[in-house]
Each structure stands twice: as structure tokens, then as C-alpha cells.
């Protein structure tokens, strides 16, 4: 993997999380697992670069990255659709999806505020951002304004959040 500045991505966001889909990528005591994700943004805030996740209080992979300082967000290309799919409805807890996907973890290595971070990703992805975390907050249905009112009652019917983590995009890694 090479590593590129975030000024020099060259993709549509818009395309890249909707359409090709990323790997939400985390570790927690020496395991790491991952969830694939659609819903998320590529920006700046606070005056840095960041990425901008979206995760259910009920996926398996919010407690590694609620546990970390850091994650990767790998994103695959097309011949990497069936493992993508598995690894959006298969769960960690009950299976070892690494092992099942086939896909090769590696670890990115960089430091920050005189800390050290080794962030997994995996060595198949066309495209990694490698996060620290900033932020991250719940999403409240009393939140919502006017325009968006009827968005809790069609997604969280069930009461299972979404939490918004913002992250500090550190390193950008490309085939």
C-alpha cells in the first residue's frame, strides 16, 4: 500500500460509501473484526480531515471501536462483493468472519499527540483511511427536526441506535 495525502483521493465519496461499500475495522484485545457499512462522509471539522461512521448499538463491532482509540475504514473492489456481503450480515460473535472471508489483516502504524496507534486493516483493499476517534454520540429521537420527524418511527422502530463517531483521518493507504 502506498500512502497518499487526503488532499490527493481521487473518488467520489458519494459512490464510494454508498455504492462500493468500506469495512468498518477494529481491534479489542488482540482480535480484530469488522462490519460493512453504506452510511457514512468524507470531510473536514474542528479543522481537520475526518470520516464520519454510523454504527447500531446492536452490531458487534461497535464495542471494538467504542473499546479504541482508532479504526480503518478498508474499502474493497468489486471482486470483493461476496465477502463485503458476509461481512455485513454474518457476526463476530458467533464466528470468525476473518477467517471465513478469507481477507488478510494487516496493521497500519502512526503516532499522534505522543501516542503510538496500530490500526488493522486488511491487505486486499484498493483503498484504506486510517482513523483516530474524536467523537461519539448516540443519536436521540428528540433530536430530529421537523424534516426528519418520521425518520425515527421507519428506522428505529426497534430502538436500536445508530451511534455517530467522528474520526480524524490520519493516514490514507491505496493500491
Known amino acids: 500500500m502506498n500512502k ?9 465519496p458519494f459512490k464510494l460509501i454508498d455504492k462500493d461499500w468500506m469495512l468498518i475495522t477494529a481491534e479489542k484485545e488482540g482480535r480484530t473484526n469488522m462490519m460493512t457499512a453504506s452510511w457514512g462522509g468524507l470531510g473536514i471539522l474542528w479543522g481537520k480531515k475526518v470520516a464520519t461512521i454510523y454504527i447500531r448499538r446492536s452490531r458487534f463491532t461497535k464495542g471494538f471501536v467504542d473499546d479504541g482509540d482508532s479504526f480503518s475504514l478498508c474499502v474493497l473492489g468489486e471482486e470483493y462483493r461476496k465477502q463485503l456481503s ?21 496493521h497500519s502504524d502512526f503516532e499522534s499527540d ?12 484498493r483503498l484504506v483511511l486510517v482513523c483516530k476517534k474524536l467523537y461519539a454520540q448516540e443519536m436521540k429521537p428528540e433530536c430530529f427536526t421537523k424534516y426528519g420527524k418520521d425518520i425515527p418511527s421507519k428506522m428505529y422502530a426497534d430502538d436500536d441506535w445508530h451511534t455517530i463517531y467522528v474520526a480524524e483521518i490520519e493516514q490514507v493507504l491505496v493500491k
Do not use: M, Q
Open 4 to 12: 497518499i495525502t487526503a488532499e490527493e483521493l481521487n473518488e467520489n
Open 86 to 106: 458476509y461481512c455485513g450480515t454474518a457476526s463476530g460473535r458467533n464466528e470468525d468472519k476473518i477467517a471465513a472471508s478469507g481477507l488478510t489483516v494487516e
Open 114 to 125: 505522543g501516542n503510538n496507534f496500530s490500526v488493522p486493516y486488511f491487505a486486499e483493499s
